[in-house]
């Protein structure tokens, strides 16, 4: 979907529309979620702080998110999905794969189903969306991006090579700023670059990362599109309007995103292992602290006792403390026979 939040807003606000708008909270600690076209003109980008959002762009208007309807559009977009493939894996409320190589509707070529997916999204919730097809999911995911907003693109097998050794390193789905950085400083500013380097050099400099980097920039990726995904984690964390330090008040404002990662465990029947807690300190510092149990967590209080305990391990804080949050991970989905944990902390 095309800035899904703030055209779901733009749609429904008509006043906003052909306006930069931000959904997101305008509050000094705010953040920015989504940025619609006219926004982006100015830089506005998600997860940027409002503050430096309204510098770039003072005519920004602010929406407070509404994650309810977000979603009933997402469920209605599935639906349209569903018309033509069981094959789908959702990235996001507002992204997913489809694998359309046998479709319901028997339509020849995916050009012609992601035509009509896009379309009947148009006339279903009157917002666009745009496409990427392709022969494997890397590609796929760059198409989509390739003709951004309101198109889509086709990356076939005779052109796929070409198009990514031309492709900078940081157009690379998986490749962030540190990663675009290290590569530059050996040498590799573009697909044709890594292409050139030897499978045992990128996993030398790279690690696990660097057989995926090697494969990909030959236009190679055998991953599956996987319906029905289950989710590896799942977190949640508040910026704070003024900054903690007694241990009492970080505790309290723990509660409400413990409610909301166990309310998606709970939604979901998925159960995890693993409890970090995250925080940012006053000056952007930012640490988490992990624990693994050996069996799953399986009630909200048991995720409470942990990840206050590791809260607790931190007290006194070295900094004052701007955002706190809550994510437990190696998820899966709940087996009622397995024994639960017992804590003592």
């Not at 703030?6 to 705010?30: I, M």
């Not at 407070?64 to 997402?74: C, D, G, I, L, T």
Request: hydrophobic share 40%; proline share 5%.
């Amino acid at each position: 979907m095309d800035a899904f939040y703030a055209s779901v807003e733009q749609r429904d606000q008509p006043e906003l529309r052909g306006k930069p708008v931000a959904v997101g909270g305008s509050r000094e600690r705010g953040v920015v979620a989504a940025a619609s076209y006219e926004a982006r003109k100015f830089g506005v980008r998600s997860a940027m702080p409002s503050v430096t959002a309204k510098r770039q762009c003072p005519n920004l208007i602010f929406v407070k998110p509404r994650f309810e309807v977000y979603k009933a559009v997402s469920q209605q977009i599935r639906e349209i999905f569903e018309e033509h493939t069981p094959i789908i894996e959702p990235l996001s409320l507002d992204e997913a794969y489809l694998d359309v190589t046998d479709n319901l509707q028997n339509i020849p070529l995916a050009r012609d189903v992601a035509l009509a997916i896009r379309a009947k999204i148009k006339e279903t919730t009157g917002l666009n969306a745009s496409a990427g097809i392709s022969y494997n999911k890397f590609l796929a995911k760059l198409a989509s991006d390739h003709r951004k907003p309101n198109g889509q693109y086709v990356i076939t097998p005779e052109t796929g090579p070409a198009f990514v050794e031309a492709l900078p390193v940081e157009k690379f789905h998986g490749i962030g700023p540190a990663t675009r950085a290290k590569m530059n400083s050996l040498g590799l500013f573009t697909g044709l670059d890594m292409r050139n380097q030897t499978l045992d050099f990128m996993q030398a400099n790279f690690g696990k990362s660097g057989a995926y980097y090697y494969w990909i920039s030959r236009g190679i990726d055998e991953r599956e599109v996987r319906a029905n995904r289950i989710r590896k984690s799942v977190g949640a964390e508040n910026t704070f309007s003024d900054d903690l330090t007694e241990f009492e008040a970080m505790a309290a404002e723990l509660q409400p995103l413990i409610d909301k990662v166990w309310r998606h465990c709970v939604e979901k029947g998925s159960r995890g292992r693993t409890v970090t807690l995250k925080m940012k300190y006053s000056d952007f510092e930012m640490v988490t602290r992990s624990r693994s149990v050996p069996s799953v967590v399986s009630c909200r209080d048991d995720l409470e006792r942990l990840a206050t305990a590791l809260l607790q391990n931190e007290v006194p804080v070295r900094k004052p403390v701007r955002l706190l949050g809550v994510s437990l991970s190696s998820l899966h989905v709940d087996d009622h026979d397995e024994p639960q944990l017992g804590l003592s902390i």
